[in-house]
Structures are given as C-alpha cells and as structure tokens.
C-alpha cells in the first residue's frame, strides 16, 4: 500500500507564499514523475505542475515564475512553493505520483483572500 500526505495548505492573502509538502509511505521502490494539480468549487481538476525522477518540470500557464515544484528522492516528498499567491489560485491541492501506477493524496486546502 502507498500512500501520499499532503501539508502546507492554509489561508492566506493575496500576495503571500504558501509551500506545500507530499510525503509518499508504504511499500515503495521507484516514485516516477511527481506532480500536484488542483480542483476550484465546480471546476474541473487540473495541473499545476510536474516533476520528473531527472527534475525535468512542466507547469501550467497560470503558475509560470509563481510556483516553483522540487523533489527529495530520499525522503520520498515532492514540494510546491507558492509564491504572489492570487484570489484564483483558491482551490484544493492534489499530490500525485506514479509509483507502478498513478496514486493521489487527500488533498490540502488553499485559500487565498482578496
């Protein structure tokens, strides 16, 4: 079983940072690619932003030179700093990893005021 915990969310104005955390535990050989996405009220789930075992990255449109994604191997986490937070990036925070196949956290909520 493995398992992804995500941390780091809270409320905050707009402006701010926030980091966010996602520890992989079980039984784990090889995390592949990495990621977070998110899930506004009535919206559909999207990406935010990727990370490969080689810490190649990709990120949406809407997060370019805010958000940056980094990983530690060894502890099994994936990170994604938040920075000149907006009202819009106000969403739930999905952890995602491929590890033999795709697993989700929980999700941790961010909010950010006007």
């Known amino acids: 079983q493995v398992q992804l915990v995500e941390s780091g969310g809270g409320l905050v104005q707009a402006g701010g940072s926030l980091r966010l955390s996602c520890a992989a535990s079980?039984?784990?050989?090889?995390?592949?690619?990495m990621g977070w996405y998110r899930q506004a009220p009535g919206e559909q789930r999207e990406l935010v932003a990727t990370?490969?075992?080689?810490?190649?990255?990709n990120y949406a449109d809407s997060v370019k030179g805010r958000f940056t994604i980094s990983r530690d191997n060894a502890k099994n986490t994936v990170y994604l700093q938040m920075n000149s937070l907006k009202p819009e990036d106000t969403a739930v925070y999905y952890c995602n990893a491929w590890i033999a196949r795709e697993h989700w956290g929980r999700g941790t909520q961010v909010t950010v005021s006007s």
């Open positions: 079980g039984t784990i050989i090889r995390i592949n690619d």
């Open positions: 990370i490969s075992r080689s810490d190649s990255t």
